[in-house]
């Protein structure tokens, strides 16, 4: 049985007013979403994502043309998005079991599985959308974790935490829906002095100029708006957050893209990611910062 199919839903998901019309859009975007690339990997091993993924394929692991081949290929996939999570909680640096850490916009809770998976601690995740807080708690629940994996349909500009209670704090590939003064200024409000926020982002390379024309076709497809790499770096240390790392993963997911291109499970984006990665507009960046 899919976990979309079953029906006993822990009953901790609200529906407070979206803040603006353009978060009610995004919203229904997310409860809306059900596209075969994110269930399908996620059906993999129960780990459900929507981002993207980074490293080598393993080109063995694919085996020939055989009629096996979407399947296996489906398992890299995801295998490579689990990947970039695993990067994302190597900067998180120390955690120990009591303490919080907050995902910013959780999605179906992917991250905060693998990050309770590996800290033991407790995880809290806020979304807008109440079909994807559904979904990510009643995994949470199926997997026995549900006392300390939560997720909460809330505005990530306004999270439900005290001031300075959070170890660390991050954003995978969810901080293009908000303006990123806002989004700082309320992870340096959650998190602990000397804590660590984590963002993996898309943003478009100052050094290019203005957004291309790709990154455009990005920001329609998805209703996002991308910043460049200049508004991260200047909003994060007006906020109290000193990078510490900033990795460029660009040359690192063009691997996943090349190879999602190739699946049956392609979305119509696929050209934007890889031409955009190529001509130098567009960078995929972790960026590791200390809440000082
Ligand atoms: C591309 S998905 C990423 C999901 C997840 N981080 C992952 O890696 O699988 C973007 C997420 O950002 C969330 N989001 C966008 N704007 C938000 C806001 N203002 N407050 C809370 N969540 C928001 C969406 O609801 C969605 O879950």
């Given at each position: 049985m899919s976990v979309d199919d079953m029906t006993t839903v822990p009953d901790t998901v609200t529906m407070p007013a979206p803040a603006t019309p353009y978060q009610g859009d995004i919203a229904r975007y997310w409860d809306g979403e059900a596209r075969p690339v994110n269930l399908r990997l996620g059906d993999?091993?129960?780990?459900?994502?929507?981002h993207y993924g980074i490293g080598e394929v393993d080109h063995s692991a694919l085996g020939g043309d055989g009629p096996d081949r979407e399947k296996r290929l489906i398992t890299e996939l995801h295998r490579l998005e689990s990947a970039q999570t695993d990067v994302l909680l190597d900067h998180l640096g120390t955690v120990q079991r009591d303490d919080l850490l907050v995902d910013a916009g959780c999605g179906r809770g992917g991250s905060m599985v693998m990050a309770h998976q590996r800290f033991g601690c407790d995880v809290e995740g806020v979304t807008l959308s109440v079909k994807q807080a559904d979904f990510a708690n009643r995994r949470a629940h199926e997997l026995g974790i549900e006392k300390s994996v939560q997720a909460r349909v809330c505005n990530m500009l306004s999270m439900p935490f005290t001031t300075g209670q959070a170890t660390a704090s991050w954003n995978n590939e969810s901080s293009m829906y908000v303006d990123l003064h806002d989004l700082f200024a309320e992870h340096a409000r959650i998190l602990a002095v000397g804590g660590r926020y984590v963002t993996i982002t898309g943003c478009w390379n100052p050094v290019y100029g203005q957004p291309s024309k790709w990154v455009s076709q990005i920001n329609a497809h998805f209703e996002c708006n991308i910043h460049s790499r200049r508004e991260y770096m200047r909003s994060l240390i007006d906020n109290r957050l000193v990078p510490q790392a900033v990795v460029d993963l660009t040359e690192a997911t063009l691997p996943y893209w090349e190879l999602r291109a190739t699946s049956s499970l392609t979305t119509g984006i696929e050209d934007a990611f890889i031409n955009s990665y190529r001509d130098g507009s567009f960078q995929y960046l972790l960026i590791a910062a200390d809440r000082v």
């Open positions: 993999v091993d129960g780990l459900y994502h929507h």
